[in-house]
């Protein structure tokens, strides 16, 4: 079987696994957050935090509880980090220093999952399990709940209440993630995956050396890691690692985990606001731009000219020879256009256009799926743009699920969409005027820019994935981008709950002759453009500078 075919297989049978739980898990997750009944566990959890599950709260109470246990969250890992050395099953390993610890820190509470350190030589087993997989579950499903306030922003009439963030929270855990990954660390463990606890080992000598590896709770963390759309890795090279994605198979699944809540979601979107028809327009929009995204991958990666790529059947620098092209090329777009950051290859040694397109993937906002809960509200807050683009050409106020869209929501939509472009931009303009940061560069030129302007974009759009080739632990990197992940997680989030709670107080406008349908293909063609104009605009010149000027150069 020629290599091509054997990728095009893996898509076709990866689309048809998709497919199949769309329907199920949308209509299962809707039911969840819309459910009044409360499980055992559940009340037990609430009681111990001290929430009342029936209050609903304004969007500012849902807000200040997404911040307060964020930031909690973030104080907890870092002080575990830096009494590591003291704690039991640490391995011998040493406390965190604190510039790292903040960086780490910052970086699971965000969803992004960003490491500046190897994994298997600095974290023992109750800083992986206790703290960075708890963070997996936890983050995952605040970006869950942010995307339902959102919804039932849409959804309800006459009142700013927007549910309760607390009951959002603790279902997403208990009756969505948990259920979910204890199946697929199964499926993971049967695949070949490791789960234990065991210690170093020595499992080798030469040339008067020793490789040394240690063990952990693998399967159990990689699974939420993919589902929850996290990306951190129980070792340096993350799901290229054969204790953490040991074959094609587990590849395979590794990638269905990454995309399926977020493509589920649109149905849960559908299904909360009354109207498949509006889910199946959202979910047309972000399976049109996956599709392209990993056909033109596949075919860079594929057919890049020369000798060494011809005798290969293609690019294979940087790639696993167990995955291929085609399974590295899935992979690496799942991971960039969700908020993963996992990576079963190195980025950095993919074409210039192929590195172009996994940065591109993070800069059109993650949005296709997206991570989970952040790729649906990215892509309505998108919706609301395109509607009111479309409102300025046929001079009619926009209007989207029965809500106008007035001068508020605008501003707010327009605040989401500035944010992380700004993040971006301007750390990565820092970054290369200074001295210190540009000596991190492993290559000069449109390469090394590629290297600072992927790691910024990737903090700031809470992906985590790395270029490979920047030496990112230094202070400056680890506080920077540190500070870029925090932002680019819950500023965006102030916007997001600040619309709900606008859409949630207006009266249902009734449709007329001139209301845009935005199920129609129309739309989605709209939304395409939009999305793709928005992100051309903002990016094209770093873009320029960096992988488009390599890939026209190779």
């Known amino acids: 079987m020629s290599p091509v075919l054997a990728g095009v297989l893996q898509l076709l049978a990866l689309i048809v696994a998709l497919g199949l739980a769309h329907r199920p898990l949308g209509d299962y997750m ?11 566990v559940e009340k037990w959890i609430y009681k111990g935090v001290g929430a009342d599950p029936g209050v609903e709260m304004r969007w500012p109470a849902y807000l200040r509880g997404v911040l307060a246990f964020s930031a909690v969250s973030v104080l907890f890992l870092y002080l575990l980090q830096r009494v590591q050395g003291a704690l039991p099953g640490s391995l011998g390993f040493a406390s965190i220093d604190p510039d790292q610890a903040f960086n780490t820190a910052a970086s699971f509470v965000a969803n992004t999952n960003w490491q500046s350190y190897y994994g298997e030589q600095a974290m023992g087993h109750v800083v992986q ?15 869950i709940a942010v995307a339902v306030a959102l919804v039932r922003g849409f959804a309800r009439s006459r009142t700013g209440e927007l549910g309760n963030f607390w009951a959002d929270l603790v279902r997403g855990v208990v009756r969505v993630l948990l259920p979910i990954s204890v199946v697929g660390a199964l499926v993971l463990v049967a695949c070949g995956a490791i789960q234990n606890f065991s210690g170093i080992h020595e499992v080798g000598r030469f040339m008067g050396g020793s490789q040394q590896w240690n063990g952990g709770a693998v399967a159990s963390q990689e699974v939420i890691k993919e589902l929850g759309t996290n990306g951190g890795g129980y070792f340096n090279a993350n799901s290229a690692h054969p204790f953490e994605n040991p074959n094609g198979l587990s590849n395979l699944f590794e990638i269905f985990l990454i995309l399926v809540i977020p493509f589920a979601l649109t149905r849960t979107f559908g ?14 929009t972000m399976a049109a731009i996956w599709l392209g995204f990993t056909g033109l991958m596949m075919w860079t990666e594929f057919h890049h000219g020369g000798p060494a790529f011809d005798l290969a059947g293609g690019a294979m620098e940087g790639k696993e020879t167990r995955f291929g092209i085609g399974g590295s090329s899935i992979f690496a777009v799942a991971t960039t256009l969700t908020s993963t950051g996992a990576v079963n290859s190195f980025h950095s040694s993919f074409t210039g256009f192929g590195g172009g397109i996994t940065m591109l993937g993070m800069q059109l906002g993650e949005i296709a799926p997206g991570g989970v809960g952040s790729g649906l509200y990215g892509m309505l807050i998108m919706a609301i743009i395109a509607v009111f683009i479309a409102g300025l050409m046929v001079g009619r106020t926009p209007e989207y699920l029965g809500k106008k869209i007035g001068t508020r929501e605008i501003k707010y939509a327009a605040c989401y ?10 750390f990565t303009a820092a ?9 991190s560069m492993t290559n000069s030129g449109a390469h090394g820019f590629s290297e600072i302007l992927y790691a910024y974009t990737s903090g700031a759009n809470n992906n985590g994935s790395a270029f490979a080739g920047l030496n990112a632990d230094t202070q400056w990197f680890n506080s920077t981008i540190g500070v870029a992940m925090l932002l ?10 600040a619309l709900a709670g606008a859409l949630a107080e207006q009266k249902p406008v009734p449709e007329t002759a001139g209301t845009l349908r935005t199920e129609k293909p129309l739309f989605t063609g709209l939304l395409v453009g939009t999305i793709a104009i928005i992100t051309g605009l903002t990016y094209f010149p770093a873009l320029a500078l960096g992988p488009l000027a390599e890939g026209l150069a190779s």
Do not use: W
């Not at 969409?417 to 301007?426: E, G, K, R, S, Y």
């Not at 970054?431 to 000596?439: F, G, Q, S, V």
């Open 271 to 284: 299904r909360m606001v009354g109207s498949l028809r509006q889910g199946y327009a959202i979910l047309a």
């Open 431 to 439: 970054a290369m005027a200074l001295d210190t940061p540009a000596h």
């Open 129 to 143: 399990t206790g703290g960075l997989a708890v963070q997996n579950f936890v983050s995952a499903a605040v970006g």
């Open 488 to 497: 680019g997680r819950f500023l965006p989030m102030v916007f997001v709950l």
């Open 30 to 40: 809707a039911r969840v957050y819309s459910s009044e009944k409360h499980l055992r």
């Open 417 to 426: 969409i500035l944010i992380t472009p700004a993040l971006v931009l301007c």
